[in-house]
């Protein structure tokens, strides 16, 4: 990185270009840009925070250079609520999806990388059967896992598909808009909450009434979002939607659990009626060292399936994904041990991000 010392900080003091920052981070293939007062900006790379070489930053530059990537709106959310969300993209340093935030008074920001062409499923290696889940017509596919795990780009992949091969009408619901889609079979319409929307809620309600076939919602965060898009799914949409949760069952535990307890049966029936997929994820460094590798834990609504979410028993929900492999449903441990037997990924990541450990190494 020593490069970057002299070519972003050979001003001394003076604040270093965002746009600099930002298209050496691409160069870099950093897929995030971190600036926070007190220290040098900081790129990710293969998952690994890198410093650059830079004096650490003065309050004023890193309001400075944060703000030149901020409209008036945004700086008045950022006022009101002490964060907000947004896109930034130019010529010259492509497209970011972008957090701004209070820190001890200063502002501080996080800066994630967006491709500007969508990946095909076949680069990301998202298994064929979860991709054919477009063509379902009606019921709720969910795609989990942690901050970073490249969630949305699986559904760009796949909203993406779809309008390629779909004469359908698909609404995506995001916060903020991260890959733009263009028209290509199917009409696409992409809202934003806060500039084009109130909030996901409103326009979630207000996208059943725009006769959509396909619905994307950025995440499911509260039991309104929970709560209407459950019914988008069982009025004749194709929703697909965003969950922080590792594994099949947690996902279905923790939709559950967002019901008052005089709802959760009932709401366990509609699950178990309108559930396609959970599709968990996570990115692991690969052994070359070049970049991340998506493992996947891939569940389907079988009849099974079905069955033991509206009987409670999602503690059973992991052996079932086990013995149902001639179906396309793996479990994320299972993934992760292939990966490493083809050689994709190391002994000590797979035991990392492994959820049972003591079985991966028995297996190993």
């Not at 319409?189 to 326009?203: I, P």
């Amino acid at each position: 990185m020593e490069e970057t010392g002299d070519r972003e900080c050979e001003r001394g003091r003076k604040m270093i270009d965002i746009k600099e920052l930002l298209t050496f981070s691409v160069e870099q293939k950093a897929s995030d840009v971190h600036i926070a007062v007190g220290i040098p900006p900081k790129l990710r790379i293969n998952g690994k925070l890198i410093e650059v070489e830079c004096p650490p930053l003065e309050p004023m530059d890193a309001a400075e250079m944060i703000g030149a990537t901020m409209n008036e709106r945004h700086k008045q959310i950022l006022k009101e609520r002490g964060e907000v969300d947004f896109s930034f993209d130019s010529d010259e340093t492509g497209r970011f999806r972008v957090n701004v935030f209070m820190d001890r008074g200063n502002m501080a920001a996080a800066y994630r990388r967006v491709e500007t062409v969508i990946p095909r499923p076949d680069q990301l290696g998202i298994p064929s059967e979860v991709v054919e889940l477009y063509k379902k017509k009606r019921g709720l596919v969910l795609v989990t896992g942690p901050t970073g795990s490249g969630k949305s780009t699986t559904l760009a992949s796949i909203i993406n598909k779809a309008n390629e091969n779909l004469t359908d009408h698909i609404i995506t619901l995001e916060d903020p808009i991260e890959y733009v889609h263009h028209h290509k079979k199917s009409v696409v319409n992409q809202r934003e909450v806060g500039m084009d929307t109130l909030s996901y809620g409103n326009a979630l309600r207000a996208a059943l009434r725009e006769d959509p076939d396909i619905i994307l919602l950025g995440e499911m965060r509260d039991l309104e979002t929970i709560s209407t898009a459950i019914t988008a799914a069982e009025t004749g949409h194709l929703v697909f939607s965003t969950l922080h949760t590792i594994g099949a069952a947690n996902t279905i535990d923790r939709i559950i659990d967002v019901f008052p307890t005089h709802q959760q049966q009932q709401t366990r029936v509609q699950l178990a009626m309108i559930l396609e997929g959970v599709i968990s994820q996570a990115l692991v460094p690969a052994e070359d060292g070049r970049g991340r590798v998506a493992a996947f834990e891939v569940m389907f609504g079988s009849a099974a399936i079905r069955s033991l979410i509206r009987e409670a028993k999602t503690h059973q929900i992991q052996s079932t994904i086990q013995t149902s492999r001639q179906m396309g449903m793996i479990t994320l441990d299972d993934h992760l041990f292939e990966l490493y037997k083809e050689g994709a990924i190391s002994r000590e990541n797979a035991l990392i991000y492994a959820q049972d450990q003591v079985a991966m190494k028995k297996k190993m």
